[in-house]
Nanobody, 119 residues
Framework: QAQLAESGGGLVQAGGSLRLSCTASGSRFRIDTMGWYRQAPGKQRELVARISSFGSTTYADSVKGRFTISRDNAKNTVYLQMNSLKPEDTAVYYC?????????????WGQGTQVTVSS
């Protein structure tokens, strides 16, 4: 199963931008869909965006038009460009990656990166 390492979180003012990165390593099995989720204090983890290995994307309604997910398959890296950030985007952002290992679906998670948007 792949190990995921996220980077790019931080503190930004409302209206600002951040770019998150997540790189998968340590597995010889193909990385399928990769995604970003977030969890705010006292709330459940929720989907932000996902991208298939072919580039098909899905976004949460709350981030459509502001966030863009992309990936570099050669680097096993997924990105999340976040523009027009709002205080309600404050959360820990987690990267995940789906694989099929010996016919069994597996999902890996990163350790999370904090995004804080000040008003």
């Amino acid at each position: 199963q792949a190990q995921l390492a996220e980077s790019g979180g931080g503190l930004v003012q409302a209206g600002g931008s951040l770019r998150l990165s997540c790189t998968a390593s340590g597995s010889r099995f193909r990385i399928d869909t990769m995604g970003w989720y977030r969890q705010a204090p006292g709330k459940q983890r929720e989907l932000v965006a996902r991208i298939s290995s072919f580039g098909s994307t899905t976004y949460a309604d709350s981030v459509k038009g502001r966030f863009t997910i992309s990936r570099d398959n050669a680097k096993n890296t997924v990105y999340l460009q976040m523009n027009s950030l709002k205080p309600e985007d404050t959360a820990v952002y987690y990267c995940n990656a789906d694989q099929t290992i010996w016919g069994v679906p597996r999902t890996s998670w990163g350790q999370g990166t904090q995004v804080t948007v000040s008003s």
